[in-house]
């Protein structure tokens, strides 16, 4: 019989703990609904690694019952807890990709799933934040936008609301998925957001603020790749390359002006 030192050599790790996660939902294509994928991730409170489920069937004989696997089922809704900041900003992109799909006021909405379907990535963490296991759920679109109980009774605590999102029916299981891999795929996932042809037209149209356009859209790409360091611990990402965008704007403007 095993004692304490067999268990804790056989749980290897000390075991995958239930808060280490992380939660990556990309907007839909042909929705514009203002979600920040990154403050998203980190507002996420609770969420859960979806189950895997096959159907069955019996086949009686001489007294007995035989089981058969059969086909899989739809995959279960899955559910995601946020904390609601003070600019509500997941509940109203939430709100939007809803009301996308079917408007409230005229019943109408994106007819194309390609529009309204997304992908989330579901990742188990280890405690160094090294990625155990991922789960990709394809072609999802939200099918409930949870209350937020408000209460003059609440104390000490911050607003949460559950969204319940409905999946494609194609979940893929990857073990150990590269962080490249992934980011792969959030820039396959994005990549029909980027309107080249409108920014090529801005720049033939009105040549600065095409410059602009163009300024920010290559800074962004290229800041987090050269990750170069501003500051002590700080480093260059996307954000920088939207503010170095913005910054040329006050130039161009600036120079317009003075001349």
Known sequence: MGNIDDF???????????????????????????????????????AAIPAIE???????????????PGDRPAPADWTTTFYNDTDFMIKTAMERWSNGINDFAENTGTSNPADYQADLIVEQLDRDDTILKTYLLRNCFPTTIGEIALSN????????????????????????LPEATLGIIVIFAVLPLIKIKKMRELLANNTEKGLVCWITFLSTLLFPILSIELFSGINTHIW?????????SLMIEKTKTSS
């Open 240 to 248: 920088t390359g939207i503010i170095f965008g913005f910054l040329m």
């Open 153 to 176: 009774e609440n104390q000490d605590a911050i607003g949460k609301f559950e969204d319940i999102i409905i999946t494609g029916g194609q979940n893929f299981i990857e073990d150990n």
């Open 8 to 46: 804790k050599a056989n749980l290897l790790g000390g075991g995958a703990r239930a808060n280490q996660f992380r939660i990556t939902i990309t907007p839909p294509p042909g929705i514009a609904i203002g979600l920040d994928v990154r403050r998203t991730s980190f507002l996420v409170t609770a």
């Open 54 to 68: 096959m159907n069955f069937f019996e086949v009686p004989f001489r007294g007995r019952v035989i089981h058969y």
